[in-house]
């Protein structure tokens, strides 16, 4: 038995019928010939189980604890090859757009916690022959960096790897526990982790400087620009639990082409490419606010080297510009407030323990849950940000399943309430994918969203800024120039 940690545990408290707490992506795959494509499933499947001992998010269950008083625990259990690895197959022709619905519709049930939270489906019937592998898995436990660890469990880096025989464990005996045993095993780590306290609270000490100065720099921005309150849009308000997603793939040597023009970073580009694209997207529904949107942009803080499959991020909020109608200038804008805001997360991150006691959290954060499905109380309650977007760093080579090669890897990931849209980027053997994931009930169709994504790049692409001592010394000019017109 193995405790959830706080943040781990949060994403399962917070979970709904509305609001499911399960990450994915999605892969095309090319098995390279018709005879490889009609027995892929049968060879998927069969490779799944030889690798079951390779990775504890394929074992591992989670069991609460009597009464839910505390934060669960990870035990063992025993997958079902049957109910974990699915096919489907599309109706002819097997398009993108098919593809994006299935999807959708795969990543909208809850996930059944009596089981290891983690399903792979193989979809058939595509264009070309090839096929598509949708990886399901809950966010608790995984973040952006420990779902690449697990990636490498069902991968390969060659369509025909050695045997791995000798080096692949066995998967672990499921454990029989009784409810007495959880009992025992919470009240243990509850007095551990108030054993704890003193520690932590000298941990928090030593890095209080950095916190305060951070604090301030906070109070600074916020005295002068305002609280940075994000308006309201269509995105911000209650929502099903029906998805809507659409993915779309850009060159990473193009990003990094526009970064290296507008001396920002690829993430700059990534953040800036949306921007515009919700602009647009608003506008073409008259509900553009004359506010700047902002988005909170999750970090990793876990350490070098660090594995463990738990989630270690922090969000920071960044304001998107929408108000500004110039790309270029926009995307400078968005390079400076994002320089603003990783300066003040880095310094309050330190202030956030791994874990902490639990007892009669996951009562309060149910409560929490089902109060944020009354829309009346979204719509009542002050928006810190509009929309999600994160960037992951993900395989650099060609990665292939089954012996199939993997075409493409987007994301797929979670809406909230007052969030309905989140945007995940995954970097993949030299190019960037785009996974936009919605709510059906406020997003049923993004395609518009991710058209607007290529234009915006295009804009960016199209006409690059010059060096910044160059734009230093044209701006003086430009302030006397605007003085006559007035």
């Avoid at 007052?418 to 030299?430: E, F, I, K, M, R």
């Avoid at 234009?455 to 001592?469: F, G, H, I, N, T």
């Amino acid at each position: 038995m193995k405790p959830v940690k706080a943040i781990d545990a949060a994403f399962l408290q917070l979970e709904t019928a509305a609001t499911p707490m399960h990450v994915g992506a999605l892969f095309v795959l090319d098995p390279g010939s018709p005879q490889a494509s009609r027995t892929f499933f049968r060879r998927f499947k069969a490779g799944i189980g030889a690798r079951l001992g390779r990775s504890e998010v394929f074992t591992r269950r989670i069991a609460a604890l009597p009464l839910n008083v505390a934060n669960p625990l990870w035990i063992d259990g025993d997958p079902d090859l049957d109910y974990h690895v699915r096919r489907t197959v599309l109706p002819e022709p097997g398009n993108q757009h098919q593809l994006e619905e299935c999807v959708a519709d795969l990543h909208t049930p809850v996930m059944d916690r009596e089981r290891p939270l983690w399903e792979l489906h193989v979809i058939e019937g595509l264009e070309d022959g090839r096929v598509a592998l949708y990886v399901k898995t809950h966010h608790a436990g995984l973040d952006g960096a420990s779902a690449q660890v697990f990636l490498q469990s069902f991968v390969d880096t060659t369509p025909h790897p050695p045997g791995q025989r000798g080096r692949t464990r066995p998967p672990p005996e499921p454990e029989r526990v009784t409810p007495r045993d959880l009992l025992l095993a919470g009240v243990r780590h509850q007095a551990a982790q108030v054993g704890r306290l003193p520690q932590v609270a000298a941990g928090l000490a030593g890095n209080l400087a950095d916190a305060v100065r951070g604090i301030r720099a906070t109070l600074a921005a916020v005295a002068e620009h305002g609280p940075g309150l994000a308006p309201r849009t269509p995105l911000n308000v209650a929502i099903t639990g029906e998805r809507s997603f659409a993915s779309v793939e850009f060159p990473l040597a193009q990003v990094k082409s526009v970064a290296r023009a507008h001396e920002a970073t690829i993430n700059d580009v990534i953040l800036a490419a949306c921007a515009g694209a919700l602009r647009r997207w608003l506008m073409l529904h008259d509900a553009l606010p004359d506010e700047p949107l902002r988005t909170a942009v999750p970090f990793s803080t876990r350490d070098p080297g660090n594995t463990d499959h738990s989630i270690q991020v922090s969000f920071m909020s960044i304001g998107l510009h929408t108000d500004e109608a110039d790309p270029h200038r926009r995307l400078r804008a968005i390079h400076t407030s994002a320089l603003e805001s990783k300066a003040a997360a880095s310094r309050i991150k330190a202030l956030m323990p791994e874990d902490l006691p639990s007892v009669g959290l996951p009562w309060l954060l149910g409560t929490l849950a089902r109060v944020m499905t009354l829309g009346a109380v979204v719509d009542r309650v002050p928006l810190p940000i509009n929309v999600i977007i994160s960037n992951v760093a993900g395989p650099p080579m060609t990665l292939y399943v089954a012996g199939a090669r993997a075409l493409t890897y987007s994301p797929v990931s979670i809406p909230y309430h007052g969030c309905a849209l989140n945007v995940t980027v995954y970097s993949y053997d030299g190019r960037l994918f785009f996974g936009l994931t919605g709510a059906r009930s406020a997003l049923p169709d993004l395609r518009d969203l991710a058209e607007g994504l290529q234009v915006e790049l295009d804009l960016l692409a199209a006409a690059p800024v010059a060096p910044r001592s160059t734009r230093a010394r044209s701006k003086a000019p430009a302030r006397r120039r605007s003085g006559a017109r007035r």
